[in-house]
């Protein structure tokens, strides 16, 4: 399987990336930008969107029931050179299915994401998966 995206530079603020049909505005100003995703924000944002496909892949498999998912990541970078060192992250999984059946659909997760499993083998990748508590379940 291949994978192909062409970005541009639109200005000295930021750039578009495209695929298939859709697009993306970057944040490539040196100054940043609010209104558009950084390097480390796009890449962190691959990582949640790999781990949410795995989660919406491997569900029916297991005739896991669940409501909703939230993805939460944190990165530390190093200045010298410029690196990340780690990333952290929790799955928030709305659900009323038991602990072990938690743990196994954070095991598959983790075992058959195609980014989680590059980044893993680039730095360090730890994290959790944990029940969304009831009094917050609507924000899933």
């Known amino acids: 399987m291949e994978y192909n995206v062409t970005a541009e530079r639109i ?26 995703f950084n390097p480390a924000e796009l890449f962190l944002a691959s990582i949640a969107a790999c781990m949410i496909k795995g989660i919406e892949r491997v569900t029916p498999l297991l005739k896991f029931e669940l409501r909703g998912v939230e993805v939460r990541l944190s990165a530390v970078r190093q200045d010298a050179p410029p690196l990340i060192l780690r990333v952290d992250y ?47 379940a609507s924000t899933a």
């Not at 659909?105 to 730095?123: D, E, F, M, P, Q």
């Open 11 to 36: 200005d000295a603020h930021g750039s578009l990336a495209k695929t298939k049909d859709a697009s993306v505005v970057l944040d490539t100003d040196v100054a940043g930008r609010r209104d558009a």
């Open 90 to 136: 929790e799955l928030i999984v709305d659900t009323e299915e038991d602990d072990a059946r938690l743990d196994l659909l954070h095991r598959n997760v983790r075992k058959y994401g195609t980014i989680s499993n590059t980044v893993a083998a680039a730095t360090t990748l730890e994290g959790a998966i944990r029940r969304r508590a009831q009094d917050t």
